[in-house]
């Protein structure tokens, strides 16, 4: 590491990471340390907590990730107006995953549910809706979502409270 990349790594390492994200990185000895300390991502760059759940047998995994945009589904059929406060709401209340549990004594189908928490938002947020539906992969055809979405252009975030 050089002196320009030791100055990036203290740096990365002062932000207020959780402890599993820092001792990741610390295992790592900064590999990779320095594209997560550039401009681009002090700027852009969050920090996201997913849990996975099992319903079945209560078993829990958490990973993190350090991402730069949030991509959010845009509903097809939607009865009341549509914005952008409520696609992040819905983002963060819990995926369904469709598979099976990774625990031995469980082996559980379609009982698991993923959860995301920001544990630091970025300083800018880029948000990505996501217009398209898959209508079949072979011939791959693809279908437009023409629901209208609002937005600020300023949305305030309150960085102090959990993210959703």
């Known amino acids: 590491m050089d002196s320009c990349e030791c100055v990036d790594w203290n740096g990365l390492l002062a932000l207020p990471l959780a402890e599993e994200i820092r001792r990741t990185l610390q295992r790592n000895n900064g590999v990779n340390a320095d594209r997560y300390s550039t401009p681009f991502w ?51 209340e819990g995926t369904p995953l469709f598979d099976t549990c990774d625990n031995q004594n469980c082996r559980a189908t379609n009982q698991r549910k993923k959860f995301d928490v920001l544990q630091r938002w970025p300083m800018v947020l880029i948000i990505h809706l996501k217009r398209w539906d898959i209508v079949s992969s072979r011939p791959f055809r693809r279908k437009k979502i023409d629901t209208k979405v609002s937005y600020e252009t300023l949305l305030t975030v309150d ?3 959990p993210a959703y």
């Open 159 to 161: 960085v102090s409270q």
């Open 42 to 92: 002090r700027a852009l760059g969050g920090i996201q907590q997913s849990t996975v759940y099992c319903q079945a047998c209560r078993q829990t995994a958490e990973s993190y990730e350090i991402w730069h945009s949030l991509s959010l589904p845009v509903p097809e059929q939607v009865k009341k107006p549509c914005n952008v406060e409520q696609l992040i709401f819905e983002h963060f």
